[in-house]
């Protein structure tokens, strides 16, 4: 153990040491928070961060518009008292219509299948605390979003098991389930092999990061696939109604949501609906992501109530279930708001996606959550090393080429934090504000013009390290120093 500053100052748990080599990607947001954010007035230099934060920018005045009504109901001095635990009962009866109305599941949920907590991460960290003991294991399909393998093992000591299916649409799409499911039983006997218990399989639905809907065939093999071996199946489904009608290069219909709810039982595979939960929340198509609100939709009472008892942990604040109840109990209101809510989406992923056609930057059609899988893999040669995350300290080309684009002004995420097995993937944010996906596009596309001029003048096939402080040389104007300083403290991480 190293030196921690002050020899006076007693270590902290193993444990608790051991989660600052977890959660690069919040080392990274954090380092980026000392350089000036881009403003169209103030900063107009400023860097681009929207790309890379699951933000919902896109309903402002609807929002404005709630809390104002909402106000007007509201005495703030009731939001001081204690409030319920795990959700009052009128929300959990507003919560169980409104997934009753959107999410088909086989039979009603009641509101006593609902626990909420502060987030969908509380329960994220929750459940598979309730799930799995420490060293079992946990299955993911990949790539998929970020935070997980922090969520998951930060406190339960779980294992994560990554399943990579290649190409990556074969997770989503009826034709690649052969594939799908070949992929999980390889890992799963992998895992076993090793001596892991496995008990779960969480999958993410719409994808963060690829943007892509499962298709009810997959979420069905998927089911049978953890009937077979007595799993649960957890899907986090906190972007569910995040997503438009659209098509795949070819011309063909993408898949839009379906829950696991719908799965029905199955006995002779083994499918049983108290096995199959779900993971909702106001953070992400409600864009409330400051009321810290998830919701564990189970029909497993045992779960249930092994997640009750630590809710402690996790207790609500009555403001934020005040609100919340006022507005999803209205249906007119959560009509409203989807209608516009969706539309803006796919305008906004229209036009980002349009800029990258014009830019020449290859993507993944996507029409479900906020983002598109985008594939840098072609700027790759510029530099130099290796692929997939680094043992030794040194940084993958993927890595450096996120630095590069964070110098040009862009910060989107390394594919590589959502364990995507094809290296040069970034996942880019198109719900910012105003006019900023478009722009942060722009920039992606004269950092890339900017390696490959930059070559070509040196006639220099080799590294790229020239190549950049070329480049930087050209267009990086005055901030150049402020993202050194902060790709500095990144390179510290
Ligand atoms: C797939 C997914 N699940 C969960 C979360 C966390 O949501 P919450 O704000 O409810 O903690 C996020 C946030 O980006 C997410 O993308």
Redesign the pocket.
């Known amino acids: 153990m190293g030196d921690n500053g002050d020899s006076r100052a007693l270590w902290p748990s193993q444990r608790g040491l051991d989660n600052l080599q977890r959660g690069r990607q919040m080392d990274i947001s954090q380092a980026l928070e000392d350089i000036t954010p881009y403003d169209p007035v103030k900063a107009p230099h400023g860097i681009i961060t929207s790309p890379s ?2 933000d919902n920018e896109l309903v402002p005045e609807l929002l404005e518009k709630y809390a104002q009504r909402f106000g007007r109901t509201y005495q703030l001095k009731d939001a001081l008292g204690y409030g319920s635990v795990a959700g009052p009962e009128a929300m959990l009866k507003a919560v169980s219509q409104f997934i009753n109305r959107k999410f088909e599941p086989v039979r009603p949920i009641k509101h006593k299948d609902i626990l909420t907590t ?7 960290d929750m459940v598979a605390y309730n799930i799995c003991d420490s060293g079992e294991g946990i299955m993911l399909p990949t790539p ?5 393998e922090h ?1 998951l093992c930060a406190r339960s000591g779980l294992k994560v098991i990554p399943v990579s299916v290649c190409p990556v649409e074969d997770q989503f799409r009826s034709e690649g389930c052969s594939k799908m499911i070949a992929a999980f039983s390889e890992a799963y006997d992998k895992a076993v092999e090793s001596g892991i218990v496995v008990k779960a399989v969480l999958i ?1 639905n719409p994808n ?1 990061p690829v943007g892509r809907f499962y298709s009810r065939k997959s979420l069905t093999e998927i089911a049978r696939f953890c009937g077979k071996h007595r799993l649960h199946l957890i899907s ?1 489904e ?2 569910a109604m995040s997503g438009f009608e659209s098509t795949d290069r070819n011309g063909g219909k993408l898949d839009n949501f379906t829950s696991v709810l719908s799965i029905p039982e199955d006995k002779e595979s083994g499918v049983f609906t108290e096995n199959i939960h779900s ?1 909702y ?4 198509d409600f864009a409330m ?1 400051g009321l ?3 919701f564990l939709i189970t029909r497993n009472k045992q779960l249930w109530q092994t997640c009750r008892r630590i809710a402690l942990f996790t207790w609500l604040t009555s403001f934020s279930t005040a609100f919340f109840t006022w507005f999803i109990s209205n249906d007119k209101f959560v009509d409203e708001y989807l209608n516009t809510f969706q539309r803006r989406l796919k305008q906004a992923y229209l036009k980002t996606s349009e800029a990258m056609d014009k830019h020449g930057i290859p993507y993944l059609q996507a029409n479900g ?1 906020f983002f598109i899988f985008i594939d840098l893999s072609g700027w790759l040669q510029y530099f130099e090393g290796t692929d997939g995350p680094q043992q030794d300290g040194k940084q993958s080309r993927e890595e450096q080429l996120c630095r590069y684009m964070i110098k040009k002004g862009v910060y989107a995420i390394m594919g590589e934090l959502s364990m995507s097995t094809e290296p040069g993937r970034f996942r880019f944010v198109y719900t910012g504000r105003g006019n900023e996906a478009v722009i942060a596009v722009g920039r992606i596309a004269n950092a890339l013009k900017e390696l490959h001029y930059s070559e070509k003048e040196s006639g220099d096939t080799s590294t790229c390290n020239s190549e950049l402080s070329k480049a930087d040389k050209i267009s990086v104007g005055k901030l150049t120093s402020r993202f050194s300083r902060a790709l500095q403290k990144f390179n510290c991480i």
């Open positions: 934060a699951a502060n987030g969908v991460t509380s329960l994220i998929t979003y970020s935070m997980y969520d993410c963060n986090d906190i972007f993971l929340g106001a953070s992400k992501g810290r609100l998830g959550g």
